[in-house]
């Protein structure tokens, strides 16, 4: 079953510790782009995030974005204390060598902003118990919620294709039956000029110089090996539809064959019945290619 490649899944996990929020959007591409917003600190788990959309998503931009929300205790940033004893012993020099004995509230928030003193965000991400497993855990499920969402929009997708694909096997079994009658109307014309152009002339109407003639016309609008492989590319093209793994390649390439067989119809043929249902297909394809792009 073909799947579409917009969609949006979303999936959210908390205990006392942390909170992980994660959504994925995704939309048209030929090719597979991967746009990951992720909170500092966390750049490790870049590589096995894009690993994971992979496995299930071959093309389109997908963007994915990260909330991660420390809670309860791991949610204090830790003071770093080796470095403060540093900080204050050094300030003890200087006090005592300007006969400061007493340390006030101002000169301690003073001591607590410099550098080193309180651990940054980083650390405190960093510290929380298997924070990159709760992480691929929570993106898992998102992407599972993506891809039902693709799966339920590819299914809407190839219903649509399917009623394209039965209306141009309509018209292109009307320009078949069509073809016979081309060649017979065309000899009658063809013989009703020659006729006029006699009238009143003492020329009898060679009829094996008419049958050349039409036998010539004839093979030169032959489309009925256009119209074979056109018929070949619709039935491949509802095969794919109900085949397992990605077609939107293969489904793009065959409406590009579908064009260049119907526009050779459409130029080999003049017979106006044969062109408006050509019109027809063409408006088939158009429909068809529309829908490819979007196809995983």
Request: net charge negative; glycine share 8%.
């Amino acid at each position: 079953m073909i799947r579409s490649m917009t969609g949006y899944g979303a999936a959210e996990r908390a205990d006392q510790d942390v909170r992980i929020a994660v959504e994925i959007r995704t939309v048209n591409n030929r090719f597979f782009k991967s746009v990951l917003h992720l909170p500092e600190g966390l750049g490790a788990v870049e590589v096995t995030l894009d690993k994971i959309l992979r496995e299930s998503i071959t093309r389109g931009t997908i963007s994915l974005g990260l909330a991660v929300e420390p809670r309860g205790g791991g949610a204090r940033v830790p003071v770093n204390k080796d470095i403060l004893d540093a900080y204050l012993k050094d300030l003890e020099g200087f006090a005592a060598a300007w006969g400061r004995k007493n340390y006030s509230d101002a000169l301690l928030g003073f001591v607590l902003n410099l550098p080193g003193v309180v651990g940054s965000e980083d650390v405190l991400l960093t510290g929380l118990e298997n924070l990159p497993g709760r992480i691929e855990a929570v993106v898992r499920e998102a992407v599972g919620r993506l891809n039902a969402m693709r799966d339920a929009e590819g299914q809407a997708t190839a219903a649509d294709m399917r009623a394209a694909l039965t209306e141009m096997e309509r018209l292109i079994a009307a320009v078949e039956a069509r073809v016979p009658f081309v060649i017979n109307e065309y000899r009658d014309r063809l013989r009703q000029r020659v006729k006029d152009l006699l009238e009143g002339v003492e020329i009898a109407l060679d009829d094996q110089a008419l049958a050349r003639e039409v036998a010539f016309a004839a093979e030169r609008s032959d489309i009925n090996e256009e119209i074979a492989r056109l018929k070949s590319h619709v039935s491949q093209y509802r095969e794919l539809l109900v085949e397992s793994g990605t077609a939107g390649r293969k489904l793009e390439f065959l409406t590009q064959e579908m064009y260049r067989e119907v526009n050779t119809i459409g130029s080999k043929s003049a017979d106006s019945e044969i062109s408006r249902h050509v019109v027809g297909i063409k408006v088939g394809v158009d429909r068809l290619r529309e829908q490819s792009m979007n196809v995983e």
